[in-house]
């Protein structure tokens, strides 16, 4: 009973962990449609900031706050990211829209850049994080049944950046702007709102995210140059699954996901979970098209 | 249509630029070391090409530039101490690219182009069984320096890395007497792991133990939540760990986390040495075990030597560690048999290479001409809090290879040989 309801739990952690890599993707690509190769190395550019702050707080900071570091990683990644992610949309993306294939080619070659960037400063080895004490342990249920610290901050830090990203995307005046340009361009810009800059500002806001996911990650596995790869494909299928444009569509991907692949992982194993897993995602894109949760707009025809 | 033409052009100078950049960190590398090959020159004049093949980019660089700095510094010691028959030796750097057609042909290239009288390289058993029908194609000498799944033996390469029967099966029966019978084995999901755990279970059948499951992820895994319950259910007394690369550290992070210590369920690894543990985090591991040749703490004069003169070298942060040690002392092996041979011809060369030994940093190693390998010690280690291995277990004397598993009852059955 309590392996069951550890399965369950961890079905649960591992679809939030994919919907944190995954929601920033799910503004760039869902939203903007720009399909951008180097999401994953935003996430590693987040994961290297925990690490570097790590390396600050442990020279610089009196010992009795190091574990703060943690917390101060997090606003730190999401700043380095969406300002990477701005200068990218600056640079490169902003003459890229409406044509996803070349801007696929163009962040791929921006995330090959990125990685051996990342490799060059700080070698090919991984690095390792450390968790703050406060992380360490967990709720211990039963024998059995121990809920990690971590993977209980992870899922609230992801629930957190839902609600952050629902309140700008639907209650603030940049993110109604923002839905506006998204949908109808044109009719947007007539009416005064300035598309390119919000251009610039979602695709930084979902780096931003990436960012935040690399801190998460740096928690639970590696942090090499690597890194964003191992993620990159999981989160494309999160929003492709979930259907584009709609973020309760990601939430309801990463959910299925990861339940499934847990479950299945249990029963069989690692490899034959994920091939069933991806044949399921095909059947269902057959069947289902536009994914779980469809917009219902014309604009986006 | 000028904005159109903008976009491409910009487009274009990303993709150039992306090309640039890789291709110019990956040449850099290439010519550390190793300048301008000038075979014709080499070979008449006062100086002995020698090769030195890794990957030098790629995902095993991570593994591999460790091996290729320690196998130039003995090229550099042996100069340093006039070289070889009075001549110097050259070395030349070839990346192998973490791909295993690459080092096919690379190591085809050294062989007939550059025409060196030695390759120092390779690490997964991919590339090395690419390059093995090149070099005896091409009766050129391969000296290999990891520890690998055994059944193979080739008169062109010489293993300087432990055989099966030189890590994997004394490891398993000190867990079998020491730790317990019930054991996990979790390994990725390509040839090394699975092979292994072929010969363990042989093994751990034919000596009374059991194997409560058996667990392959795909290479960069990184979830391990699902494995660690079933470790929960199965309740093994060991864990005996083959995982390659970084699936490690989120392995080893994720299980402390579920609350399982070293002295709950100690984990066994065979491919986590000093290297891997900086990356992984030394306080993960601390009470879990490695089998392994050779440790940093290995006591011996020819190890503090060595340690030394690699830290002063390549940075005092940096470790040494099995792979390392054998990329070292191969090179000594191969200079002992020219010494010997009084010749750098590669027959001359194998023919003497037969009964040389060499005091390596782990101790006495001796060339076995039957199987290819050379005499190891084994040593079961106990990882501490600083990252280095204190040694729990050792094999008295260096153990003879057995890559067939011939001296076992048990190996037929594993290595299709009668």
Request: a neutral charge; charged letters at 15%; aromatic letters at 10%.
């Amino acid at each position: 009973m309590s392996l069951l309801l550890l399965q369950l739990f961890n079905g649960i952690s591992v679809s939030s962990i994919l919907l944190l890599v995954a929601l920033g993707l799910a503004i760039t690509f869902g939203l903007m449609n720009i399909i951008n190769m180097a999401h994953g190395e935003l996430i590693m550019i987040g994961a290297y900031t925990a690490y570097m702050t790590q390396q600050f707080f442990q020279k610089y900071v009196p010992e009795a706050y190091f574990d703060a570091y943690f917390l101060a990683s997090i606003p730190l990644a999401f700043a380095l990211a969406f300002g990477i992610g701005w200068l990218l949309e600056t640079l490169l993306v902003r003459h890229l829209y409406k044509r996803p294939l070349d801007s696929l080619i163009a962040t791929w070659g921006v995330s090959l850049i990125l990685q051996q960037l990342a490799r060059t400063i700080f070698g090919a080895p991984n690095k390792a994080v450390k968790a703050p004490s406060w992380l360490e342990g967990g709720i211990t249920l039963t024998n059995e049944l121990i809920l990690p610290y971590k993977r209980l901050f992870i899922i609230g830090l992801v629930a957190l950046c839902l609600v952050v990203i629902y309140l700008y995307l639907y209650r603030s005046r940049g993110g109604r702007n923002m839905r506006a340009a998204m949908q109808n361009r044109q009719m947007a810009a007539c009416l005064g709102v300035s598309t390119r800059r919000l251009d610039a500002q979602a695709f930084a806001f979902g780096s931003g995210i990436a960012g935040i996911a690399g801190c998460a990650i740096a928690l639970l596995g590696p942090i090499g140059p690597a890194l964003g790869t191992y993620y990159i494909v999981d989160a494309f299928m999160v929003v492709v699954l979930g259907g584009i444009g709609k973020l309760v569509g990601s939430l309801f991907g990463a959910l299925s996901i990861g339940v499934l692949n847990t479950a299945f992982e249990y029963a069989t194993s690692a490899t034959v979970a994920k091939v069933i897993v991806f044949t399921l995602i095909i059947a269902f894109l057959q069947w289902k098209p536009s994914g779980l949760v469809s917009v219902r707009s014309r604009s986006l025809d | 249509m000028t904005k159109k033409r903008k976009n491409l052009f910009s487009a274009l100078a990303v993709t150039l630029a992306a090309a640039v950049t890789i291709a110019g960190c990956g040449s850099s590398e290439q010519t550390e070391g190793g300048s301008s090959p000038a075979p014709s020159a080499a070979a008449s004049g006062g100086e002995i090409p020698v090769g030195v093949l890794h990957s030098l980019t790629g995902t095993m660089s991570i593994s591999e530039v460790s091996v290729k700095d320690a196998t130039m510094m003995a090229i550099e010691e042996i100069n340093a101490a006039g070289g070889l028959l009075g001549k110097k030796l050259k070395p030349v750097v070839e990346d192998g690219a973490s791909d295993p057609q690459v080092f096919a042909e690379k190591i085809k290239k050294l062989i007939q182009k550059d025409q060196v009288a030695v390759t120092f390289g390779g690490w997964t058993s991919a590339s090395r069984k690419a390059m093995l029908p090149v070099v005896e194609q091409n009766k050129g000498l391969l000296f290999y320096p990891v520890q690998y799944e055994g059944l193979e033996t080739s008169p062109n390469i010489v293993y300087t890395g432990a055989t099966t029967n030189q890590q994997i099966i004394p490891a398993v029966t000190w867990l079998l007497q020491n730790k317990g019978k019930k054991m996990f084995l979790l390994g990725s999901d390509y040839v090394f792991p699975r092979t292994a755990n072929k010969i363990i279970k042989a093994q751990l059948k034919a000596e009374g133990g059991e194997t409560v499951a058996e667990e392959y992820t795909p290479l960069g895994h990184t979830d391990y939540s699902t494995i660690i319950s079933k470790i929960k259910s199965a309740k093994p007394d060991v864990i005996f760990n083959t995982l390659n690369g970084d699936s490690n550290v989120a392995f080893f992070k994720q299980l402390k986390d579920a609350g399982i210590t070293a002295k709950d369920i100690p984990v066994l690894s065979v491919s986590v040495a000093e290297e891997e543990i900086r990356g992984i985090g030394a306080d993960l591991l601390a009470g879990h075990y490695a089998s392994w040749n050779y440790y940093q703490t290995v006591d011996t004069p020819e190890n503090k030597t060595f340690v030394e003169a690699y830290k002063a070298k390549y940075g005092k942060d940096r470790v040494t560690a099995d792979p390392i040690e054998a990329g070292y002392f191969g090179v000594y092996l191969w200079a002992e048999a020219v010494k010997k041979a009084g010749s750098f011809e590669v027959e001359q060369v194998k023919a003497a290479l037969k009964d040389v030994s060499v005091k390596a940093p782990e101790g006495e190693v001796k060339f076995d001409a039957e199987t290819q390998h050379v005499y190891k010690k084994v040593l079961i280690g106990e990882v501490q809090p600083d990252g280095m291995f204190q040694t729990v277990w050792s094999t008295p004397e260096a153990v003879k290879p057995d890559p067939w598993l011939k001296t076992y009852p048990w190996g037929a059955e594993v290595s299709g040989q009668k």
